[in-house]
């Protein structure tokens, strides 16, 4: 099977009334923890890949990885998602490379960190729709900042500096015609989203329902939901880490995101904490290692249990054979017709 579309799998996903996750790779083992996850449980997937990524891997690894994941993993409806694009030119090189789908962020200006304007925003991520659309490929937006920081993106400031507006969320997805918008409800990039359990005053669940009244037909995406469990920091704490105690989102409030709208579900920073588990323990409980096999196994082991299970929680497990993949010449025929 080849890549799909993101727009299919979002589509199929509000049909069936589930979520699914969008996990970050860098490398073949994350790539090949996701896969493996998705076969366990048989879910669609989303892989996604950050500017960040993208250079790490030097794009054409990250690409070609990608295609020997179709190769191996054919019973699987598999997209590629570019996380976080700064500009149309960063979009357009996605879309030139093969990604099925992309995020323009124009919620914050080219350099990834300064809020940016709504009349930015809105000239932005319209102008990648038209350039996505004609080949199919899908549009996730951005309404609102997130707070915290990854891979050098993101405003630095508190998820509550920035929320979304549910009015302006609107106005935003009927002047862009974008297929999922992401919003600003309280989370945060990285380890550290939340000093405490978080609670109404922290992460607006509300603020989320009250977008999906307005919007019940937009597929809509929650960032930084990492649930950061404690099991996971305990491992690298005990094995010679030295996080500071944090919070993240906890899988009720995604599910109960769920059954409001939500149809992606951003996570990164879980996988990142069990990989860097399980590497730890190898290196503590056998210092005579030095073959890298002998830690990137059991690695990928660890985040393969942390995706399926989150495919699970999401509700997109059982989901891989629902449904055929629409060429994305398809797509953007059908995209055309509704423009018309
Ligand atoms: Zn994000």
């Given at each position: 099977?080849?890549?799909?579309?993101?727009?299919?799998?979002?589509?199929?996903?509000?049909?069936?009334?589930?979520?699914?996750?969008?996990?970050?790779?860098?490398?073949?083992?994350?790539?090949?923890?996701?896969?493996?996850?998705?076969?366990?449980?048989?879910?669609?997937?989303?892989?996604?890949?950050?500017?960040?990524?993208?250079?790490?891997?030097?794009?054409?690894?990250?690409?070609?990885?990608?295609?020997?994941?179709?190769?191996?993993?054919?019973?699987?409806?598999?997209?590629?998602?570019?996380?976080?694009?700064?500009?149309?030119?960063?979009?357009?090189?996605?879309?030139?490379?093969?990604?099925?789908?992309?995020?323009?962020?124009?919620?914050?200006?080219?350099?990834?960190?300064?809020?940016?304007?709504?009349?930015?925003?809105?000239?932005?991520?319209?102008?990648?729709?038209?350039?996505?659309?004609?080949?199919?490929?899908?549009?996730?937006?951005?309404?609102?900042?997130?707070?915290?920081?990854?891979?050098?993106?993101?405003?630095?400031?508190?998820?509550?500096?920035?929320?979304?507006?549910?009015?302006?969320?609107?106005?935003?997805?009927?002047?862009?015609?974008?297929?999922?918008?992401?919003?600003?409800?309280?989370?945060?990039?990285?380890?550290?989203?939340?000093?405490?359990?978080?609670?109404?005053?922290?992460?607006?669940?509300?603020?989320?329902?009250?977008?999906?009244?307005?919007?019940?037909?937009?597929?809509?995406?929650?960032?930084?939901?990492?649930?950061?469990?404690?099991?996971?920091?305990?491992?690298i704490n005990q094995y010679g880490g030295k996080l500071k105690p944090t919070w993240g989102v906890p899988v009720e409030e995604i599910q109960l995101g769920i059954k409001n709208g939500v149809r992606k579900i951003n996570v990164d920073t879980d996988n990142r904490l069990a990989i860097t588990g399980a590497?730890?323990?190898?290196?503590?409980?056998?210092?005579?290692?030095?073959?890298?096999?002998?830690?990137?196994?059991?690695?990928?082991?660890?985040?393969?249990?942390?995706?399926?299970?989150?495919?699970?929680?999401?509700?997109?497990?059982?989901?891989?054979?629902?449904?055929?993949?629409?060429?994305?010449?398809?797509?953007?025929?059908?995209?055309?017709?509704?423009?018309?």
């Open positions: 099977m080849p890549l799909v579309s993101m727009r299919q799998v979002l589509d199929e996903a509000a049909k069936g009334g589930y979520g699914v996750g969008a996990f970050n790779v860098n490398n073949m083992e994350q790539i090949q923890s996701i896969m493996e996850a998705a076969r366990e449980t048989q879910s669609p997937v989303i892989v996604q890949a950050s500017r960040g990524a993208r250079a790490y891997s030097q794009d054409r690894f990250l690409y070609h990885l990608m295609i020997a994941a179709t190769e191996l993993y054919p019973e699987i409806p598999t997209v590629l998602h570019l996380d976080h694009g700064n500009s149309p030119e960063t979009c357009k090189s996605a879309i030139d490379m093969g990604f099925t789908s992309v995020m323009m962020d124009g919620s914050l200006m080219p350099d990834g960190k300064t809020p940016s304007t709504f009349e930015y925003n809105v000239e932005v991520t319209k102008k990648v729709v038209e350039m996505a659309h004609a080949k199919g490929v899908t549009v996730e937006g951005e309404i609102g900042c997130l707070g915290g920081i990854e891979d050098g993106h993101g405003s630095g400031g508190s998820g509550l500096d920035h929320l979304t507006d549910p009015a302006q969320a609107e106005e935003f997805v009927k002047l862009t015609g974008l297929d999922a918008l992401a919003i600003a409800i309280g989370t945060s990039h990285g380890a550290y989203k939340f000093a405490k359990q978080p609670s109404g005053d922290t992460l607006k669940m509300e603020t989320l329902i009250a977008i999906h009244k307005r919007l019940p037909n937009t597929h809509l995406v929650m960032h930084g939901s990492s649930s950061v469990p404690k099991d996971l920091q305990d491992i590497i730890r323990k190898v290196f503590m409980e056998k210092p005579e290692e030095f073959d890298p096999r002998s830690y990137m196994k059991p690695a990928r082991e660890a985040m393969k249990k942390v995706v399926a299970l989150r495919m699970t929680q999401f509700g997109q497990a059982g989901h891989a054979k629902d449904y055929t993949p629409i060429p994305l010449a398809e797509m953007a025929k059908k995209y055309e017709a509704v423009a018309v």
